[in-house]
């Protein structure tokens, strides 16, 4: 699996990506982001399905666990990485890896346990 893996990592190409600039448009190359869906898209292409693998399907890939979780981990990292400096875009790089923050303004973490009620009032009466 590992070897697959690695086969990945190699076999992937530049993509060309154009930004404007003032001086006009600038071309730059940059290889795709390690993501698990391109790895099992590979495996796909070259050997067959692997996802069984990666979910221990009926406890059958017990043996591939420790390797699985590992690509898992060099391929979240590959991503976190390029989007903190900027090499992948950073919020879709946050959103694939749940790092998107959280915060709730509205009830401080307490569960509403009975229906909001909005009363309007109506500024012209007293």
Sequence with gaps: MWE??????????????????VKGVVSEFHLPPLTMEGFENYCYENVGHVHQYFVNQEG??????????HIK?????????GGMVGQYNPSITQRLNNLTEKTDVTTGGDKLNQPVTVRIVNGDTN
Excluded: M
């Design 4 to 21: 697959l893996f690695e086969a990945y990592k190699a076999n992937r190409q530049p993509r060309e990506i154009q930004k404007a600039t």
């Design 73 to 81: 981990r060099v391929i979240r990292q590959d991503q976190i990485e």
């Design 60 to 69: 059958a890939y017990s043996a591939y666990l420790n390797i699985c979780s």
